[in-house]
């Protein structure tokens, strides 16, 4: 049975920080990259960034990069995004999700095998 749960969400004023975490179970990081993806109200899902230990490539949307960091620790089976100099564009409901080995691109682009339930996260000004 494949599990991931998210949790770290919550409610930040702009500049804030949060760290989102993704707790895996039941697949190996060997097989599948690990992306977090988002969704705002309105919008469409959107990748926000993928890590994937096969060739440890890594994925960061262009609006992301420098304030967000994602990183593995495997021993623990779980990811993390630490999420810094929030913006309230930054408000969705962020899901991690597991699907192809290795990170080519906006995690948005590709079906992805499984899903966690989602985590929100609200930047307030």
């Known amino acids: 049975e494949v599990q991931l749960v998210e949790s770290g969400g919550g409610a930040v004023q702009v500049g804030g920080s949060l760290r989102l975490s993704c707790a895996v179970s039941?697949?190996?990081?060997?097989?599948?990259?690990i992306a977090w993806l988002r969704q705002a109200p309105g919008k469409d899902r959107e990748g926000v960034s993928c890590?994937?230990?096969?060739?440890?490539?890594?994925y960061y949307r262009d609006s992301v990069k420098g304030r967000f960091t994602i990183s593995s620790d495997n021993a623990k089976n779980t990811v993390y995004l630490q999420m810094n100099s929030l913006k309230p564009e930054d408000t969705a409901v962020y899901y991690c999700?597991?699907?192809?080995?290795?990170?080519?691109?906006?995690?948005?682009?590709?079906?992805?095998?499984?899903w966690g339930q989602g985590t929100q996260v609200t930047v307030s000004s």
């Open positions: 890590i994937s230990k096969s060739d440890g490539s890594t």
């Open positions: 039941g697949i190996t990081f060997d097989v599948y990259a």
């Open positions: 999700a597991a699907g192809p080995r290795y990170c080519s691109g906006s995690p948005d682009l590709y079906v992805q095998d499984y």
